[in-house]
């Protein structure tokens, strides 16, 4: 079965720090990979995502993520946070058209 | 353009009434997924939808979970004689369709829904 697991409930980081999210992937086959951010109150907005092809993906908002197949990992990156970026991430995988599986998420403080 | 909208943002329900939840997608978009996120807790699919026909169901935790998409584009997610584990984010997404090469879904921002 399908399944993504996020190893980091809460992170915390000082603004300008850099960030790294953990995402692990679980599936015979490489599946659809994403990154989704949901603010308080808001719905979630895709970050970016991965299909195929060159394994480090950018995205919105200065992101990227690198795929690791040999890992099975999918984590996100951003070299500089700023305040903003506090909100709950999600990593989610797929197989083409149907449903999307979630990880349980990271919720990300940023500190001054 | 208009985004996923679903409406009511906030539903409060006494325990065993009816509910239903509405979702309006993008114009165009051939897909259409319910899911569902308990506090802390990050969405689980319901069910799913290409066009009027409901593909996948598997999701739906009972029986008193109804979905309808009767004109292929507005969504109504209809819970029965509600229960407080019922208590959740009930989220909308809808995506061009399987043929798109940039499958990616685009989520509403949600029906709050609170059994008491």
């Known amino acids: 079965a399908q399944s993504v697991t996020q190893p980091d409930i809460h992170i915390t980081v000082s603004e300008g720090a850099s960030l790294e999210l953990r995402c692990n992937y679980s599936?015979?086959?490489?599946?659809?990979l994403f990154w989704y951010v949901q603010s308080p109150g808001q719905g979630l907005q895709l970050l970016l995502k991965?299909?195929?092809?060159?394994?480090l993906v950018q995205g919105i908002k200065g992101f990227e993520a690198e795929f690791k197949r040999s890992q099975s990992s999918f984590n996100l990156r951003k070299p500089s946070v700023h305040w903003s970026d506090a909100a709950e991430y999600f990593c989610a995988s797929g197989l083409g058209a149907n449903n999307l599986f979630f990880g349980t998420g990271t919720r990300l403080t940023v500190i001054p | 353009g208009a985004g996923v909208s679903q409406s009511p943002r906030y539903k409060v329900a006494k325990r065993g009434q009816d509910v239903a939840l509405r979702c309006d997608p993008i114009?165009?978009?051939?897909?259409l997924f319910w899911y569902q996120q308990a506090l802390g807790q990050g969405p689980e699919f319901l069910t799913y939808f290409q066009n009027e026909a409901q593909l996948d169901k598997s999701g739906l935790p009972s029986d008193r979970f109804f979905a309808e998409r009767p004109e292929g584009s507005v969504s109504t997610l209809k819970i029965q004689r509600t229960q407080q584990e019922d208590s959740a984010v009930y989220l909308c997404?809808?995506?061009?369709?399987?043929?798109?090469?940039?499958?990616?879904?685009?989520f509403g921002p949600g029906t709050r829904l609170t059994v008491t």
């Open positions: 599936y015979g086959a490489t599946p659809y």
């Open positions: 991965y299909f195929s092809g060159d394994t």
């Open positions: 997404a809808s995506s061009l369709g399987p043929g798109s090469d940039l499958y990616e879904q685009y």
């Open positions: 114009s165009g978009h051939v897909s």
